[in-house]
Every structure is written in C-alpha cells, then in structure tokens.
C-alpha cells in the first residue's frame, strides 16, 4: 500500500513540476498556448517581401539549445528538424514552397512523430520560427489546414 502512495506522488510531482515548466515557458515567449491537435496543422506562411535566402539566414541564427536532443538537416528548399528519444520522436519540416504572384509561400509542419509525449518542444520550435517569420515580416499572413495522415492499424 505505501508503494501504491509513494508511486501516487511521484506522479502528482511529476504532473506539477511539468505543469509549472509549461507555464514558465508561456510566460517566459518560448512557447504559446495551441489546441491539442496542432501537430496535426499545417501552418502555411504567404509573404509579399521575404525571400528564401533571408529565411535560411535567420532559420541558420534560431538558438534552439532548449530543445534537447534536436537535430537540423538543411537541404536546399527545406529545413528537416528532427528529435528522437528512445520510444519517441519526431520529424518537423520548415519547407519554401515558392512563388506565384510576388507572393512567396512556407509551410511548416510535423511530418511524422511518434508515441506523443513531446508537444512541449514542437510548440517551442514553431514558436521561434513563427516569431522569427513575424519580425522578418509583420504583415506576414498564416493559414492553417489538417494533414489527413495514415495510420497503421492493428488487427488485435
């Protein structure tokens, strides 16, 4: 029985210490609050002055050393930003899509994660590229849509 309790708080503390984190980071502009599915948007970025060389540039200057174990592959029109941790992981993709218009269009993006459990440092990596697109540009406009994703699924 005391096991049973002892494990109890153990949890409770964990839950709490992870709740003040979480809260300190919102505080603190490392992150914002996001509905649960985010990691399920894609977030479409459509600017009249910024170009792709600019946005590598200030992408290659993003401190993103509170992000643990992160890992940045830079291809010619995409970032691949990627974090794997035993069971979990995930892939994120900050991509140049082109130009139409004198309109230049982004799209950023979680290609594939899995087991959950790392939302906190997605929200902190599309935070700091959302407010690096935002000083780079103020007038800068996002759209978001649902990625329709396919999952395994089991027979048992």
Do not use: C
């Amino acid at each position: 029985m005391t096991f049973v309790i002892l494990v109890g708080i153990i949890i409770a503390l964990y839950i709490y210490i992870n709740y003040i984190k979480v809260k300190n980071d919102e505080e603190l502009g490392k992150i914002i609050k996001r509905e649960k599915n985010f990691i399920d948007e894609r977030e479409i970025f459509s600017s009249k002055t910024l170009e792709w060389e600019e946005i590598k540039k200030s992408l290659d200057e993003l401190d993103l050393s509170e992000i643990k174990r992160l890992k940045v592959t830079k291809y010619d029109n995409y970032y691949k930003y990627s974090q794997d941790y035993v069971k979990y992981g995930w892939i994120a993709i900050f991509e140049y899509i082109g130009k139409s218009d004198n309109i230049s269009r982004y799209q950023l993006y979680i290609s594939s994660y899995r087991n959950g459990g790392v939302e906190h440092y997605i929200n902190m990596l599309f935070t700091a590229i959302e407010k690096m697109l935002i000083e780079l540009d103020p007038d800068i406009e996002v759209r978001k849509e649902v990625i329709k994703r396919k999952t395994k699924r089991s027979f048992f």
